[in-house]
C-alpha cells in the first residue's frame, strides 16, 4: 500500500491471471484519509492494451474509489511471462465539490505550480486460478470413508454397503447375460433340428412321387386283372 499524502492505493502492483484470447480485469482502490478533494487521473506505457475504468476522478474526503484495469485479449503469450508495462497515478488537491466533469489536464501540470503526488505501479502476470476439485459425498478431501454411527448406536458401513451392492449388480448381469446365451444356443439347435427334419420329410415326398410316377399302380393291376377274370367267365357261360 502506498501512504501518500493525498491517496492511499492498494495494491502497488498490477496482477493479472494471464489466458490466451481472454479479457482479464483486475482492480485497485484509492483512499483518501484527508479532509481535502483530491483528484486522480491513471495513465499506462500502453494504453492500446488496457482499459482503464475510471481512468479519471474525484475521492471525497475521507472514502474510496475502486479503479478497474483490463487488459484486452492477448494472442500470444510475452516470453517468460514477464511484463513490462507500467502505470502512473497522478492525484491533486482540487476545489470542495469539485466532481470528475471539473477536471482538466492542466490540474495534473507540475510546471503550473500544482502540487501533483505520483505513483508507478507495476504489472505481472500470474497463473489463473484452478477450478476445484470435485469431492465425492459422505467422504472428506483427502481422506478414506469412514463408518458413520446413528442416533441409535447402529453403525452406517455406507462405503463398504455401496461397493457390495455394486458388486451384486455386476454378478446379477453376468448372470443375466449368462442366461441369455444359454437360452439363445438352444434355440438354436432346436431351429437346426426341425431344419434337418423338414429336409427328411422332403426328401421323402420327392421319393414317393418319383415311383408313383416310374411304374404302375398296385391298385390299378388289381382292377385290370378282376376285369380280365370277369371276361374270361362270360365268355365260357357264352
Known amino acids: 500500500m502506498s501512504s501518500g499524502d493525498l491517496l492511499q492505493i492498494e495494491p502497488l502492483e498490477l496482477q493479472f491471471p494471464f489466458e490466451l484470447k481472454k ?26 492494451k488496457y482499459c482503464v475504468r475510471p481512468n479519471t476522478g474525484v475521492v471525497v474526503p475521507h472514502s474510496a474509489c475502486d479503479v478497474t484495469v483490463t487488459m484486452q485479449a492477448q494472442k500470444e503469450a510475452p516470453p517468460d511471462m514477464q511484463c513490462r508495462d507500467k502505470f502512473l497515478l497522478q492525484s491533486v488537491v482540487v476545489k470542495p465539490g469539485s466532481t470528475a466533469k471539473d477536471i ?9 505550480g500544482n502540487h501533483v503526488e505520483e505513483c508507478k505501479l507495476k504489472v505481472s502476470y500470474v497463473p489463473p486460478p484452478q477450478p476445484p476439485s470435485p469431492v ?16 441409535n448406536g447402529t453403525v452406517n458401513q455406507t462405503s463398504e454397503f455401496n461397493v457390495m451392492s455394486k458388486g451384486f449388480e455386476r454378478q446379477e448381469s453376468t448372470s443375466e447375460v449368462k442366461a441369455l446365451i444359454s437360452r439363445l444356443t438352444e434355440e438354436k439347435h432346436s431351429a437346426i433340428q426341425q431344419n434337418n427334419k423338414l429336409q427328411q ?38
Open 23 to 48: 479479457q482479464i480485469s483486475c482492480s485497485m482502490q484509492l483512499t483518501n484519509k484527508s479532509d481535502n478533494y483530491v483528484a486522480f487521473k491513471v495513465k499506462t506505457t500502453n494504453p492500446k
Open 104 to 112: 482538466t489536464a492542466e490540474m495534473f501540470n507540475k510546471e503550473s
Open 136 to 151: 465425492r459425498e459422505g467422504s472428506e478431501e483427502g481422506s478414506s470413508p469412514r463408518a458413520s454411527v446413528s442416533d
Open 201 to 238: 420329410e422332403l426328401e421323402l415326398l420327392k421319393r414317393q412321387c418319383n415311383r408313383s410316377r416310374g411304374g404302375i399302380p398296385f391298385m390299378y393291376v388289381i382292377i385290370v386283372g378282376f376285369i380280365g377274370i370277369l371276361l374270361g367267365y362270360l365268355l365260357k357261360r357264352t
